[in-house]
Every structure is written in C-alpha cells, then in structure tokens.
C-alpha cells in the first residue's frame, strides 16, 4: 500500500491511499481519483516526504503502532471468520442478498463499478482497509 498528498485543480489537499503507484496512476488517469470536498477528478500527486522511521528495537514484520496492530488483528478475524470468494465477491454478495445462495461471512475482491451497483440495489457491502491474500491451490 502507499499513500499519496493528492491536490485538486481547485485547489483542495487531501490523501488517499492505493495498492501501488501503478494502481494509483491507472485509476487517475481513467478518472477514478476524485476530490472529496469538490468531486473534481483533476487530481495530481503533491509533493510529500517519505515517513521512514529507523527502530532498531523492532522487527521489520512487527506492527510499528496500535492502528497497523488493530488493522492485523481484524485482518485475522475477517480471514478466520469468513469464506474467501475472490474475484466472484459481487455475484456472491447478490446471489445470498436474493436468497439464490445461502448467507455467509464472504470477502473478496469487485470492480469499481460492480461495488457501486451492489451498494445501489441495498446489498449490504463494505470496503476493506486491506488487500486481501489472494489464495491459490
């Protein structure tokens, strides 16, 4: 993950954080990064200081604060407590919201434009502040 100072052609700062510099570049440039104060999606990176912290008393694995803690813990308990659908996260949300599929616990990965529609016909989804392990057989 990395997170950029982004500005808006209005003028608004804000920060957001992405899977990769890569990532970050595709979606601005299919306009997709948006300001949250104006809507504007004529962002740019700002100029911004890498936050290194140089702490020989830990490991490089441990978490560094309480959030990046937090965040471990409830990676573990959604991984633990819930069935990992991959890239069928939005038919399997629909498929249990109409009663097709029995409910469960479900994480995975949608598109954009499918979290959008699922948010817009009431099935119950939420964002991950995490990428999820992609699991392979």
């Given at each position: ?24 570049d ?62 069928s ?46 699991k392979a057989?």
């Open positions: 993950m990395i997170r950029y100072n982004l500005t808006c052609d209005q003028g608004h700062a804000f920060d957001s954080w992405f899977a990769s510099a890569a990532a970050y595709r979606l601005a440039a299919a306009g997709h990064v948006a300001c949250p104060e104006c809507g504007s999606s004529k962002v740019a990176k700002a100029l911004m200081a890498p936050s290194v912290v140089a702490r020989p008393d830990r490991s490089l694995t441990a978490p560094r604060d309480p959030r990046e803690a937090a965040l471990a813990e409830l990676r573990a308990r959604i991984e633990a407590e819930s069935d990992y659908v991959g890239l996260f939005a038919a399997e949300a629909r498929a249990m919201h109409e009663g097709r599929a029995p409910e469960r616990a479900i994480h995975g990965e949608a598109k954009l434009e499918d979290a959008r529609r699922l948010i817009e016909d009431g099935v119950p989804v939420a964002p991950l502040p995490f990428l999820p392990a992609r057989n």
